[in-house]
């Protein structure tokens, strides 16, 4: 445990201690930083841009939660089941996961770009010009393309999260509800769920974890335009450090997402610890 508290220690700790520092600070990244006190949290809740970025991440958030908890678990059953071309069906499922994210950015970009895209090709096609939407680019309809995306590229890693549980489950539970007459829908609601508690929790830590550290795709669908009303907390903290140059300011970004991060993280760790415990994992 020493050890693993220590790497814990130099790894995570002192950078974040760093981004803590900064935070309370007036600093470009040249010269010296001068110490500002709460200015830059007080600032936070007056940006208009990172409240819009706020919003987004936590849009994005929802509909990601709603998206990968429903459709992991359902491809989780599916892989669960015995039937010829399972293996090649998790192969596909799994593939995104593998992929840099800066390439299925660009992937998707070219399917969902609204003037260009395959996704609206398809749909002026079939003569439904009114349906052809600006799917990113625009304030209304990027974070749910961005959940869907985000859906798209990790949804085979949840559903094996999930297949993992369902393979802890006592099979004489299923053979005991079969002779007792209930159906598949009441084996999934009465014994599959209950049983997967911890695993969904689980899961949707990591859900919460991987949407606030999701940049790559908004760089390269929609680069956080227009006017930054795109922008996610990670890709707002980009442009506020390494473009605005006001790096004190992008550091107490940092630490608002480093916070929500850290919430999640340590749920986990407690979660898991708990499972281990019990000898589930």
């Not at 859906?151 to 004489?172: K, M």
Request: proline share 3%; hydrophobic share 50%.
């Amino acid at each position: 445990m020493a050890p693993v508290l220590l790497i814990y220690t130099v790894f995570i700790m002192i950078p974040a201690a760093i981004a803590v520092y900064y935070s309370f600070t007036e600093y470009s990244g040249l010269g010296k930083a001068v110490f500002n006190g709460l200015d830059n949290y007080i600032r936070l809740f007056q940006d208009k841009l990172f409240l819009v970025a706020l919003k987004n991440t936590f849009l994005v958030l929802g509909c990601s939660i709603a998206f990968l908890m429903a459709g992991s678990f359902f491809a989780a059953l599916i892989m669960n089941t015995d039937f010829k071309g399972n293996g090649l069906f998790k192969m596909v499922l799994f593939a995104p996961y593998i992929i840099a994210p800066i390439i299925i950015g660009i992937i998707w970009g070219y399917i969902l770009n609204p003037n260009y895209g395959l996704l609206n090709s398809l749909i002026r096609a079939a003569g439904l010009e009114e349906l052809a939407i600006e799917w990113i680019g625009g304030r209304r309809w990027t974070p749910l393309s961005l959940a869907i995306v985000f859906t798209w590229q990790v949804l085979g890693f949840h559903s094996t999260i999930f297949l993992s549980g369902l393979r802890t489950i006592p099979q004489e539970l299923y053979e005991a509800a079969a002779i007792d007459g209930a159906g598949s829908i009441r084996r999934v609601k009465e014994i599959t769920l209950p049983m997967l508690k911890e695993t969904i929790i689980i899961n949707t830590v990591l859900v919460i974890t991987g949407v606030f550290k999701i940049y790559e795709l908004v760089v390269q669908l929609t680069g956080g335009g227009p006017a930054h009303q795109s922008e996610l907390l990670t890709s707002y903290m980009y442009f506020t450090v390494f473009q605005s140059r006001k790096y004190g300011y992008g550091m107490a970004i940092a630490v608002v997402v480093l916070l929500c991060s850290a919430v999640g993280s340590v749920a986990y760790i407690r979660i898991t610890s708990r499972k281990r415990q019990k000898g589930v994992l």
